[in-house]
C-alpha cells in the first residue's frame, strides 16, 4: 500500500464542484494551522448544519459536502501519519 504524496490537481477531483474546489483552494492558501483548522471548523458547522435542518439536499450538494467531508478526513489522516 502506497500514499501518494503529490498533489493531484483539483481539477480531477472535482468534476465541476465550484463549492469543493473553493474550499480547497481556501485551505491550501491558508498560511498556518490556525487558520486552516479554522476554516475547516468553519466548513464543518456548515456541512452539519445543512443536513440536520431537515430539508431535502438535491444530488449536488449531497456530493459536494460528502467529498469536503471525505477531503478533511483524509488530509487529517495525512496529517497525523506525518507527524509520527
Known amino acids: ?4 504524496t503529490t498533489p493531484v490537481p483539483i481539477a480531477l477531483m472535482t468534476a465541476n464542484m465550484r463549492g469543493l474546489t473553493n474550499f480547497i483552494t ?5 498560511p498556518n494551522k490556525n487558520q486552516e483548522r479554522d476554516r475547516v471548523l468553519k466548513e464543518l458547522s456548515n456541512i452539519r ?13 449531497r456530493k459536494k459536502y460528502s467529498w469536503k467531508l471525505l477531503y478533511i478526513y483524509v488530509r487529517n489522516k495525512r496529517s497525523v501519519s506525518n507527524q509520527r
Open 26 to 30: 481556501d485551505i491550501r492558501k491558508c
Open 1 to 4: 500500500f502506497e500514499v501518494i
Open 49 to 61: 448544519n445543512k443536513f440536520q435542518k431537515g430539508a431535502r439536499l438535491d444530488s449536488y450538494s
